[in-house]
RNA sequence: GCCGAGGUAGCUCAGUGGUAGAGCGCGGCCCUGAAAAGGCCGGCGUGGGGGGUCCGAUUCCCUCCCUCGGCA
């Protein structure tokens, strides 16, 4: 029997974190964190990171280990998830993914494609480039050495199509040829996905009470803080950075600050769901007012299936 | 009460004598080394009510209602 892995995901604010440690205790697990900004050191707040006593109690992966100012990307998570995965299973335990970063969940189970590393000076060139030919001249270029990705990706999708460019130049072979060599976990595993799904419009009130806690929690005080670092590429997209950076230079009002992050934090929230959509192998959990032993019992008993 | 401006998408507003758009919102989607990122698609509408002119009105005319500003 292959052993089991277990993937708690959601849009943000739709409940994960206290479902995952109630799910955890009762089928002994551990949990490794999913979630690409949780990742960092300093962000409590911003990325609601469970509370300190909790992660005393269940072992927490991946989580709050890495300072803001450094990079940190897909591929290192998938190899930390990796060994993680390994780690917790020699122990006679069972890996708890949760979080809400679908393409870190996708490229644990399904692999991440060889040979890819990055060249910060050809993508700076490539960029440079295409602010002086603009976006069609790269995604021309593209299709000259990789037509299939070219047809794949949006012209006007620049990161994507630097990106493919970045990779042929590394590995002189094209991007759509080495994603298709990819290798994930899910054939040496039993792989389990569940995915909360509140409604919608009371999802989207969850988010703004999350933004209304936050503020009331300290929020601008943390943000302060975080900019008084240099802020890795990810780190520094949090959602609520520029929001409340925006507001302490002055540049909008607190309300102003308020509302655009709830509006962000929806928009992501929508994202998400449609990364979720994806894996049909995705059972979706559909969450109200019950308590997170509630929901965590109905997770488990799914899992006897 | 009088004068002026205006009532068009959920919101802010543009436009036209041949039944209507834009931004935001909202919905859907794509995604593999920045992913809380980046990109794509979709108009979702009794054009304030009623009447008139016209082949045809959202557009012109009349009237009523409502909102805002000024004067009383």
């Known amino acids: 029997m292959k052993p089991r892995i277990v993937f708690l995901v959601g849009p943000t604010a739709s409940g994960k974190t206290d ?22 050191q300093g962000m409590d707040i911003l990325t609601s990171m469970p509370p300190r006593a909790t992660r005393k109690k269940i072992p927490h992966h991946l989580i709050d280990f890495i300072p803001l100012g450094r990079e940190y990307n897909v591929s290192r998570f998938r190899r930390e998830a990796v060994k993680k995965i390994r780690e917790i299973s020699e122990k006679g335990k069972t890996p708890l993914f949760a979080g809400g970063t679908g393409l870190y969940m996708s490229v644990v189970i399904n692999g991440i494609f ?27 270029r593209l299709k000259k050495i990789d037509p299939e990705a070219a047809a794949k990706i949006h012209p006007h999708d620049t990161r994507r199509v630097v990106r493919a460019l970045e ?33 919608r419009a009371e999802l989207y009130e969850r988010i703004d009470r999350r933004v209304d806690r936050m503020f009331s929690r300290g929020l601008v005080k943390e943000v302060k803080k975080i900019l008084k670092n240099r802020l890795s590429k990810t780190a520094e997209k949090a959602i609520g950075i520029r929001e409340v950076g925006e507001y302490l230079n002055g540049h909008i009002s607190f309300a102003e600050a308020k509302n655009l992050m709830k509006r962000n934090t929806r928009l992501y929230a929508k994202r998400q769901l449609t990364w979720f959509r994806k894996d049909k192998r995705t059972r979706w959990i559909e969450v109200g007012e019950e308590s997170p032993q509630l929901a965590a019992e109905r997770i488990v008993s799914f899992l006897s299936d």
């Open 19 to 40: 479902i995952a440690v109630q799910v955890a205790k009762k089928i002994n697990a551990e949990i490794i964190s999913c979630d690409s900004m949780q990742v960092y």
């Open 114 to 140: 060889p040979g890819g590393g990055e060249n910060p000076e050809v993508r700076q060139r490539l960029y440079r480039q295409s602010e002086k030919h603009g976006g069609d001249y790269l995604h021309s």
């Open 167 to 199: 990779v042929y130049h590394i590995t002189g072979k094209p991007i759509s040829l080495l994603q298709k060599q990819r290798k994930g976990i899910a054939d040496k595993y039993d792989v389990r996905i569940f995915c909360l799904n509140p409604e």
